[in-house]
């Protein structure tokens, strides 16, 4: 029977944000495997392995031969001189690799922040090769949760069992990584920086799930798309559409936020992609701008300014606005241009980033707002809104993708990206026309 590196659901309850329990990966419940194939990979041998990761070399052959029929995959030629790494197996101990440097700058980050425990150069490393998926797993659902009876409810075991599991890995940790009270379990700011990285092992897993199907002929997974406001409708539905056409094997979820808000969770491996309005990039993150487009005002069909004559920006001030949030893109964008006119800008009365909300409340009062002009374009067809014939090319921005700098994307997300340039390409082509 062929083994697939499914993942391993967690049921989120209902209170739980919609990101904070991700599905665990398949490969995030094989660490023992994942370490004795990367150092096989390294050393050559299972023998030469066991001695470097202090197993028994009966254990590493097994470990091997266990994680090759979880993949369905040869990960390894044996021969009389040793075992070499396939290209499938040397993916897997280089994305195991990276799991593991992970673990261990998160234990070092904690011990680092941790008060009143001796530190010990060798912990990072210790707290790599011995913690268990379960404290893993516990971690992630009380962060999430901030109590050890909800975890233990989302993840499906005792609340007993969840506790021993916490107290393993702060035992590992070599410091207080959660406080207790009666409002519940919260994480210390030692603990904080231990979750930061064992999301970003958990991307690396994930990433040898997407890797082993993609060996198989099968490209599948789950991507989350974090998407900031007045940057959806250009790119991200057609390039979305064709990916899911092209490989129903994959999930993907929109998620809409501010940038700081989607950044954080990007650079926490909480989301996989940005897309939007490009800033400068914060540490972590790389960039890659895809088009140039300007903004426009839009009102609803029939609002009253349509029927003035020789329509100027000044006359725009006679109507509320919707205006974008203060330090936003948009919102110096709309700011330029006002002063570029020597006027003064809409007041802030009401202010929103949801694209959603600001179209319902034009489209249903005489309120005017910015809207990207590809998002203007289909709103427009679609007889809701109008565009006002008034151009604004201090607006234009540039509009992109943010991926975390670490690392190579999985295949799932490669197909993401790769639709999302295509596009853009796209767009650019039309444009030329």
């Given at each position: 029977?062929?083994?697939?590196?499914?993942?391993?659901?967690?049921?989120?309850?209902?209170?739980?944000?919609?990101?904070?329990?991700?599905?665990?990966?398949?490969?995030?419940?094989r660490?023992?495997?994942l370490?004795?194939?990367?150092?096989?990979?390294?050393?050559?041998?299972?023998?030469?392995?066991?001695?470097?990761?202090?197993?028994?070399?009966?254990?590493?052959?097994?470990?091997?031969?266990?994680?090759?029929?979880?993949?369905?995959?040869?990960?390894?030629?044996?021969?009389?001189?040793?075992?070499?790494?396939?290209?499938?197996?040397?993916?897997?101990?280089?994305?195991?690799?990276?799991?593991?440097?992970?673990?261990?700058?998160g234990?070092?980050?904690?011990?680092?922040?941790?008060?009143?425990?001796?530190?010990?150069?060798?912990?990072?490393?210790?707290?790599?090769?011995?913690?268990?998926?379960?404290?893993?797993?516990?971690?992630?659902?009380?962060?999430?949760?901030?109590?050890?009876?909800?975890?233990?409810?989302?993840?499906?075991?005792?609340?007993?069992?969840?506790?021993?599991?916490?107290?393993?890995?702060?035992?590992?940790?070599?410091?207080?990584?959660?406080?207790?009270?009666?409002?519940?379990?919260?994480?210390?700011?030692?603990?904080?920086?231990l979750?930061?990285?064992?999301?970003?092992?958990?991307?690396?897993?994930?990433?040898?799930?997407?890797?082993?199907?993609?060996?198989?002929?099968?490209?599948?997974?789950?991507?989350?798309?974090?998407?900031?406001?007045?940057?959806?409708?250009?790119?991200?539905?057609?390039?979305?559409?064709?990916?899911?056409?092209?490989?129903?094997?994959i999930?993907?979820?929109?998620?809409?936020?501010?940038?700081?808000?989607?950044m954080?969770?990007?650079?926490?491996?909480?989301?996989?992609?940005?897309?939007?309005?490009?800033?400068?990039?914060?540490?972590?993150?790389?960039?890659?701008?895809?088009?140039?487009?300007?903004?426009?005002?839009?009102?609803?069909?029939?609002?009253?300014c349509?029927?003035?004559?020789?329509?100027?920006?000044?006359?725009?001030?006679?109507?509320?606005?919707?205006?974008?949030?203060?330090?936003?893109?948009?919102?110096?964008?709309?700011?330029?241009?006002?002063?570029a006119?020597?006027?003064?800008?809409?007041?802030?009365?009401?202010?929103?980033?949801?694209?959603?909300?600001?179209?319902?409340?034009?489209?249903?009062?005489?309120?005017?707002?910015?809207?990207?002009?590809?998002?203007?374009?289909?709103?427009?067809?679609?007889?809701?809104?109008r565009?006002?014939?008034?151009?604004?090319?201090?607006?234009?921005?540039?509009?992109?993708?943010?991926?975390?700098?670490?690392?190579?994307?999985?295949?799932?997300?490669?197909?993401?990206?790769?639709?999302?340039?295509?596009?853009?390409?796209n767009?650019?082509?039309?444009?030329?026309?």
């Amino acid at each position: 029977m062929r083994c697939h590196p499914d993942p391993f659901p967690i049921p989120v309850p209902a209170e739980t944000p919609l990101i904070a329990l991700r599905e665990l990966p398949g490969a995030g419940e094989r660490l023992k495997l994942l370490r004795c194939a990367a150092a096989v990979a390294r050393h050559g041998s299972a023998m030469r392995a066991a001695e470097a990761i202090h197993l028994s070399q009966p254990a590493v052959t097994r470990g091997v031969l266990e994680l090759e029929r979880f993949c369905g995959l040869p990960l390894f030629e044996r021969s009389a001189r040793g075992m070499l790494a396939t290209p499938p197996g040397l993916r897997v101990a280089q994305r195991a690799d990276a799991l593991f440097a992970q673990l261990a700058l998160g234990a070092a980050q904690a011990a680092a922040l941790a008060e009143g425990r001796a530190r010990r150069t060798e912990r990072p490393e210790r707290f790599a090769a011995a913690v268990t998926p379960a404290s893993l797993k516990a971690l992630l659902a009380v962060a999430a949760t901030a109590s050890e009876a909800k975890a233990a409810v989302a993840l499906g075991i005792s609340q007993p069992a969840v506790h021993r599991s916490l107290r393993a890995l702060e035992h590992l940790a070599g410091g207080v990584v959660f406080q207790r009270s009666v409002r519940g379990t919260r994480l210390t700011d030692a603990g904080e920086a231990l979750l930061l990285h064992v999301k970003l092992a958990y991307g690396e897993a994930r990433a040898i799930d997407s890797e082993i199907a993609a060996w198989r002929g099968e490209i599948r997974g789950r991507v989350l798309i974090g998407a900031l406001p007045l940057s959806v409708s250009l790119l991200l539905p057609r390039a979305v559409d064709e990916v899911l056409r092209a490989h129903p094997d994959i999930e993907v979820t929109i998620i809409d936020g501010t940038y700081d808000n989607l950044m954080r969770q990007l650079r926490a491996a909480d989301i996989d992609l940005v897309i939007g309005a490009l800033r400068e990039a914060p540490s972590g993150v790389r960039q890659e701008s895809l088009v140039e487009e300007p903004l426009a005002v839009v009102a609803r069909a029939g609002h009253p300014c349509l029927r003035r004559r020789g329509l100027t920006l000044a006359d725009l001030r006679a109507w509320d606005w919707v205006v974008p949030l203060p330090g936003t893109p948009a919102s110096a964008a709309l700011q330029r241009v006002f002063a570029a006119a020597g006027l003064e800008p809409p007041p802030g009365a009401l202010q929103a980033s949801s694209a959603m909300f600001t179209r319902a409340i034009v489209a249903s009062t005489d309120r005017l707002a910015l809207s990207s002009h590809g998002q203007a374009v289909e709103d427009e067809r679609g007889g809701a809104l109008r565009r006002l014939p008034i151009e604004l090319p201090l607006t234009v921005r540039a509009v992109g993708i943010a991926v975390r700098e670490s690392g190579e994307p999985s295949p799932d997300l490669r197909v993401v990206l790769e639709a999302l340039r295509r596009a853009a390409a796209n767009e650019i082509d039309k444009a030329g026309r």
